[in-house]
């Protein structure tokens, strides 16, 4: 049983920053399983599809959507199971609900978190 948990959503005006967290538990986690993954961040707006941010494969490679290159930064300690996402500049169209995600290939699956509001006023 893999559980991911997210924080930092809020209420941030349009020019500023906010970090989101996420952390993976679970004893399942010192699994082979685990030993090669993606950690990352999808985010959803009201009345739209699912959008992929940012990722970050274990072995350090990551990826950004063009809407947030140059402005979102992700982390990872592999130590800790855990994954960041560094806003920075952050635009009224930034706000949606932020999901943090771990795959692994082998086997294939897919766990999520619940999902942090983060808003952008104009």
């Known amino acids: 049983q893999v559980q991911l948990v997210e924080s930092g959503g809020g209420l941030v005006q349009a020019g500023g920053s906010l970090r989101l967290s996420c952390a993976a538990r679970?004893?399942?986690?010192?699994?082979?399983?685990?030993?090669?993954?993606?950690m990352g961040w999808y985010r959803q707006a009201r009345g739209k599809q699912r959008e992929q941010v940012a990722l970050m494969h274990s072995t350090g490679l990551s990826d950004y959507s063009d809407s947030v290159k140059g402005r979102f930064t992700i982390s990872r300690d592999g130590s800790k199971n855990t994954v960041d996402l560094q806003m920075h500049s952050l635009k009224p169209e930034d706000t949606a609900v932020y999901f943090c995600y771990l795959f692994t290939p082998v086997p294939v699956r897919t766990y999520w978190g619940q999902g942090t509001q983060v808003t952008v006023s104009s």
């Open positions: 679970g004893s399942d986690l010192s699994g082979s399983a685990f030993s090669r993954n993606v």
